[in-house]
């Protein structure tokens, strides 16, 4: 955890394919009751090709789990979103 300021902002390392990026979300109030969450996740290294094929990923799997989230939080609903992402790796 690099920095952490209270309904604001998180900012973490995050072990990347080729090493550490950095991934900061913040949060932006809409009104008393909505959030806007913003996440950027920057720090990709290697040649062309392979920095695309890193934001692919990380775009997906950031989004899926903000989703989650989000229903969890407004709906009490827990979807599993990863576990049911990766289900090959849930029965190694």
Known sequence: MKAIEPNRRILIEWPGANGQTTVQWTF???SDSATFV???NSGFTGND???VAQVIDSTEGFTIVLAGS???LEYEIE???VG???PQ???D
């Open 28 to 30: 932006t109030p809409h």
């Open 38 to 40: 913003s996440t950027t």
């Open 49 to 51: 090709d392979e920095i």
């Open 70 to 72: 989000k229903a969890y």
């Open 79 to 81: 979807l599993n979103l």
């Open 84 to 86: 049911d992402r990766f």
């Open 89 to 91: 790796q849930q029965q």
